[in-house]
């Protein structure tokens, strides 16, 4: 069975300190595919980042960044210099693809970040 | 704005009652997917649907039933409702290439909030 485990319910940082927020995935297929979404005060979902499985180099998109380790099964995400603005619950997801059993995400619970003024 | 739209925004019903969510996907995608988010479970994938068909079904409901109709909007019914089917009920849309071994980025919609009293 797949599984996805964030950890950290809820992180409380001062604006334009860094934070990190960890997710531990479980599977035991080869190929897969990890996503992370934010979930902003007005309740939608954004798309942030997908990695597949066979890329482990890691991503810088802005004040984001993200680091993929197969090793110990974990796909945290990094904040640098947060703002007020990267206020959210931030949702870790896993999706594994089979034949004919199409792409659903498994989420972690999320993390709440609050950054404060 | 993702390009998936869900309507109604927030839907307020008593138990017993049943409902219809409906979503319209991005322009070219033909998956669309269905999750609910509640306090208790998180966000859960409740059914996918591929050019029409069914494509992979996670914990739904017999109460709850989906469709995809040819211009490629879906449909989730709700009936019977129950005070516990409260919740933040999201569809999400992906090109979906069907092909095993790849998997697509979903993008959600703004969510229907439904709370039953």
């Known amino acids: 069975a797949q599984k996805v485990t964030q950890a950290q319910t809820e992180i409380s940082v001062v604006e334009k300190e860094d934070v990190t927020l960890d997710c531990v995935y479980e599977t035991r297929d080869t190929t897969y595919y990890l996503f992370w979404y934010k979930q902003p005060p007005s309740g939608e979902l954004v798309f942030l980042i997908r990695?597949?499985?066979?890329?482990?180099q890691n991503e810088i998109s802005g004040r984001y960044s993200w680091n993929f380790q197969k090793s110990t099964s974990s796909f945290n995400f990094t904040i640098t210099a947060s703002q007020v603005v990267d206020s959210a619950v931030y949702f870790c997801a896993l999706s594994v693809r089979r034949v004919n059993q199409g792409g659903k995400l498994i989420f972690g619970q999320g993390t709440e970040l609050s950054v404060k003024p | 704005d993702s390009g998936v739209t869900q309507t109604p925004k927030h839907l307020i019903t008593a138990t017993g009652q049943r409902v219809t969510l409906r979503c319209s996907p991005r322009s070219g995608d033909l998956s669309v997917y269905w999750y609910q988010q509640s306090l208790d479970q998180g966000l859960q994938f409740l059914i996918q649907y591929y050019n029409g068909e069914e494509r992979a079904k996670g914990n739904i409901l017999e109460r709850f039933s989906a469709q995809q109709f040819p211009d490629l909007h879906s449909e989730l019914n709700l009936s019977s409702l129950e005070l516990g089917d409260s919740a933040l009920y999201f569809c999400?849309?992906?090109?979906?290439?069907?092909?095993?071994?790849?998997?697509?980025?979903?993008?959600f919609g703004p969510g229907t909030r439904l709370t039953v009293l």
């Open positions: 999400a849309s992906s090109v979906e290439t069907g092909l095993a071994g790849l998997t697509d980025t979903q993008y």
């Open positions: 990695r597949n499985s066979f890329d482990e």
